[in-house]
């Protein structure tokens, strides 16, 4: 007897046809399950990973005479060529490192300010430069006071991020005395990190930051202290 002629063995082909249908198609399903929880898994991961992050878009804000709102809109980003931040700022370190002021308030927020410009090697210098009594400008502003002024800030050709900056100092005794006038000039290193938190935002806007300091004295004029 054939076995197509067999009712047993048809029933048993019809049985494992129909049957081993259903098992390959909840195999598929099974699949297509995994995968989509796998998917969930990732896009889950990125909405952790993004809720998580800081984003901060800082604006500029243009008023007028009487403070109100002119224009605004969302900062650029800083680009190479934007040479007249990198001046700016690097004269605003320079000059709240190296003032001396009688008020002890204004004296500490200079450095407050300036030391939000510092990293590494360069925070490293000021630590020591500025715990010997003779260079800390708390306690010379007892005794004297000292004007910086700017006189060059330019990028040092064919060194990379470093920066030089030259700037004159005026001391006056608050007594009596002869002035006492220098000549100065630094190079600094810069690396640019824009600020990811609210506090970094405040405290240096631009992300620039001084890694490497190395300043000098190269001519003076009157009587020394």
């Known amino acids: 007897m054939r076995r197509s002629e067999n009712p047993y063995l048809a029933a048993r082909e019809e049985f494992i046809s129909t049957f081993g249908d259903l098992?390959?198609?909840?195999?598929?399903?099974?699949?297509?399950a995994f995968a989509l929880l796998g998917l969930l898994g990732l896009v889950l991961a990125g909405y952790l990973r993004l809720s998580?992050?800081?984003?901060?878009?800082?604006?500029v804000v243009e008023v007028d005479r009487l403070g109100q709102a002119v224009a605004f809109g969302p900062a650029e980003p800083l680009r190479a060529t934007d040479v007249r931040l990198y001046v700016f700022t690097l004269a605003l370190v320079i000059h709240d490192l190296r003032t001396v002021s009688a008020d002890a308030d204004t004296e500490r927020d200079m450095l407050r300010a300036a030391y939000a410009y510092a990293t590494g090697s360069a925070r490293t210098t000021l630590d020591t430069?500025?715990?010997?009594?003779?260079?800390?400008?708390?306690?010379?502003?007892r005794t004297v006071s000292r004007d910086v002024q700017i006189t060059s800030v330019l990028r040092v050709p064919g060194a990379g991020k470093t920066w030089k900056v030259a700037w004159?100092?005026?001391?006056?005794?608050?007594v009596a005395g002869p002035l006492r006038v220098a000549?100065?000039?630094?190079?600094?290193?810069?690396?640019?990190?824009?600020?990811?938190?609210?506090e970094a935002l405040l405290r240096n806007p631009l992300g620039l930051y001084v890694t490497d300091l190395n300043w000098s004295e190269i001519v003076a004029?009157?009587?020394p202290r």
Do not use: M
Request: overall charge positive.
């Open 168 to 174: 004159r100092e005026t001391e006056r005794p608050r």
């Open 129 to 141: 430069y500025f715990a010997e009594p003779a260079h800390d400008p708390r306690v010379l502003g």
């Open 23 to 32: 098992a390959r198609g909840k195999r598929n399903w099974q699949l297509c």
């Open 221 to 223: 004029s009157g009587e």
């Open 183 to 198: 000549s100065w000039e630094a190079y600094l290193s810069l690396e640019l990190h824009p600020p990811s938190t609210a």
């Open 52 to 59: 998580l992050a800081s984003r901060i878009t800082p604006y």
